[in-house]
């Protein structure tokens, strides 16, 4: 019987869950869709490019707001069988408090584990994924990056300026190049027009021009009636290297490893040493944080649901009901909150880390202990 009322719960929270993110994590990522809108406006990027960047970002959102919605769907949920006398059931079939929380406890490291393999696998692939789209994508909207009497930079290695502009014609046009280190040329035209190939590739053809070519310190100027500039050759300045957050858990330990290895060594480094064995020792902090955020951050998950036990606590026929419930509530937010702060600092030292880690712990041990020492006085009649 203990073990039907339980699973029943457990279904409950299940899924208010599911539902709960699913409409949340769309909102969000609908949002989110929009203020990426920049990647086809001024970026220059395909909707396929935009569409699946965007696409691949849903799992980091999911477990971004995973804690929250886990939060809320306890509360809901148990907040539901009190109002509806449901909870009696439990104490009638000889279920205490005790055993109602921990049975919380266990649907808590369920939702632990997920969230644990969310940020540890998951959020890095897909991340990584998204990003290898601008890897092998060019500018695939050119004309819709040119603006008229504005110079235009978003293109790597080139800076255009056009006076007029129609569709894809264009009206007195300079192009800048950045061909090498010590070497560039500008590209003077009374006219210009964008044009696309089948294969998708991209090219300005100038009309009257001149060509100034800049080779340390030297000019040699070029007049042509007719000439082509192939943009296919060109990217946009949208990052396409791996971001802290984008690197998978293997390389995050390596990484770590690495530092450790170097910080054992040398109590100093210089800029010639900012990469030691493949890792930049200059976001050492951040590599630490990245760490925590995704092996010890879920573990206030286990806290949270442990916070959402304390309804039981109070009957819902007492005065201090509702303003008790807030107070729960609340205090769950705050070790939400608390978990986000104490990230951005525990990247800056050992010591730092084993705080982080001993935070969620504690208070865990301090509830429990509460609940515990409190269990034969908050029986029901």
Known sequence: MKKLIFKKITKDITLFFLISISCVSIIVWIIQAVNYLDLISEDGHSLKVYFLYTLYSLPKIISKILPFIFMISVFYVIIKYEL????IIYW?????KLNFVNNIIKISILFFIFQLFLTSTIVPFTLDKGRSFFRSSNVDLFTSIIKERKFIDTVENLTIFVEKKNNNSLKNIL?????????????????GEIIGFENFEK??????????NTENNKQGIINFSKFNLDLSKFNTKT???PKTQEMSSINLFRCLNTINQFKQNNKTYNKDKKFFLGCNLEISGAISEEFLKRFFSPLFIILIGMTSCLIVMTGKDEKSYKI?????FSLGITFIIISEITLRFSGL???????????????????YLYIFFNNKNLRRK
Do not use: R
């Open 84 to 87: 509806n006398n449901e909870l």
């Open 92 to 96: 009638i079939n000889g279920i205490t």
């Open 175 to 191: 192009i800048k190049e950045k061909i090498n280190k010590d070497q560039s040329q500008i590209i003077v035209a009374e006219s």
């Open 203 to 212: 090219k300005i053809i100038l009309y009257k021009g001149k060509i100034i």
């Open 239 to 241: 990052i396409t290297h």
């Open 324 to 328: 008790k419930n807030f107070l729960n």
């Open 349 to 367: 030292g050992i010591n730092n880390i084993i705080i982080y880690f001993l935070i969620p712990t504690s208070i865990f041990l301090m509830i």
